[in-house]
């Protein structure tokens, strides 16, 4: 068993900035891509960043320049910067990952999630 587990989310003027981290733990071999996403209220999940064991990261276009996404290998773990926040930006971010439990079985995993809200 896997388990993601979210932090940092919380309240946030216009223009402030948070930092969201994700730690996995449980039976992991190796975890490939790692992800943020969020929904917000009324609306579907989206992807907002993704990145790749390797580093390769992408974004979508609304948090271009504004949020980074990161990892370290070593400690299972992800996190998202996000600076210049919008009110738009509102929403709850989920983790996600691709993580192999062994050599040869891959599965995702989810995190419950953290709250973002963004005031003007």
């Known amino acids: 068993q896997v388990h993601l587990m979210e932090s940092g989310g919380g309240l946030a003027q216009s223009g402030g900035s948070l930092r969201l981290s994700c730690v996995a733990s449980g039976d992991i071999y190796k975890i490939n891509d790692m992800y943020w996403y969020r929904r917000a209220p009324g609306k579907q999940r989206e992807l907002v960043a993704s990145i790749t064991s390797g580093g390769v990261t992408n974004y979508i276009d609304s948090v271009k320049g504004r949020f980074t996404i990161s990892r370290d290998n070593g400690k299972n773990t992800v996190a998202l910067q996000m600076s210049s926040l919008k009110e738009d930006d509102t929403a709850v971010y989920y983790c996600?990952?691709?993580?192999?439990?062994?050599?040869?079985?891959?599965?995702?995993?989810w995190g419950h999630g953290t709250q973002v809200t963004v005031s003007s």
């Open positions: 996600h990952a691709d993580v192999q439990v062994s050599p040869n079985y891959e599965f995702t995993y």
